[in-house]
């Protein structure tokens, strides 16, 4: 049986990687590394965007329930001195007193 020993006989895809190769290869990864990193930055970024406009949203709603529970607090004070001012009328028209 014969061996190769020749690289010379190998085809493309099975010869050794040369100094060019490997510099090439390198400056892939670190430009394939700069990307990962400008990607996490910019979702960083993104994230708290969203994360500040959630809060804001969420206290102008909070804002709003605390209005609209003042403003039934008020509605339901001002339905019973009404009816606390009717109840004292028909008493007056009736003659009872309290």
């Known amino acids: ?3 190769k020993a020749s ?3 190998r085809s493309r895809s099975q010869q050794w990687a040369t100094k060019k ?5 390198e400056r892939n990864i670190v ?3 700069n990307e990962i990193q400008r990607s996490g930055e910019e979702t960083r970024k993104y994230f708290e965007e969203t994360k500040r406009h959630f809060d804001v ?3 102008q709603l909070r804002h709003d329930y605390l209005g609209a529970h003042k403003d039934e607090v008020e509605v339901l ?3 019973r001195k009404d009816h606390e001012r009717r109840i004292v009328r028909l008493e007056k028209m009736n003659f009872v007193y309290s």
């Open 1 to 3: 049986m014969k061996k």
């Open 7 to 9: 690289s010379a006989r």
């Open 21 to 25: 190769d490997m510099k090439g290869l």
């Open 31 to 33: 430009d394939l590394t």
């Open 57 to 59: 949203k969420t206290e």
């Open 77 to 79: 004070k001002d339905a």
